[in-house]
């Protein structure tokens, strides 16, 4: 009932700069949270940014700074704007939606099919 639909992924130098959006489409009644997640190869998936309907934000430690999540509900899209990029940022990012999809408040998690970046000289 729900899609994820990602871009903006590609092959960077360091210190260059990335914008991802991911685009929800669907019966969608309300997001209640979007977020953004990476997997480099042989390592554990892990949070990135994250915002609420509220608009609250939460960042990893190591992007902070660097990195800004953003929303367009009217589109029902999350952006995550990438700057100073460094090869440790390389790896698939995935889209990550809680979204009510009935009129009584039936709610599930859905997952982009990812994005690769990839931050090399």
């Known amino acids: 009932q729900v899609q994820l639909v990602e871009s903006g992924g590609g092959l960077v130098q360091p210190g260059g700069s990335l914008r991802l959006s991911c685009a929800a489409s669907g019966s969608i009644r309300r997001i209640n949270y979007m977020g953004w997640y990476r997997q480099a190869p042989g390592k554990q998936r892990e949070l990135v940014a994250a915002?609420?309907?509220?608009?609250?934000?939460n960042y990893a430690d190591s992007v902070k700074g660097r990195f800004t999540i953003s929303r367009d509900n009217a589109k029902n899209t999350v952006y995550l704007q990438m700057n100073s990029l460094k090869p440790e940022d390389t790896a698939v990012y995935y889209c990550?939606?809680?979204?009510?999809?009935?009129?009584?408040?039936?709610?599930?998690?859905?997952w982009g099919q990812g994005t690769q970046v990839t931050v090399s000289s």
């Open positions: 915002i609420t309907s509220g608009g609250t934000t």
């Open positions: 990550n939606a809680d979204v009510t999809y009935t009129a009584w408040g039936t709610h599930g998690n859905y």
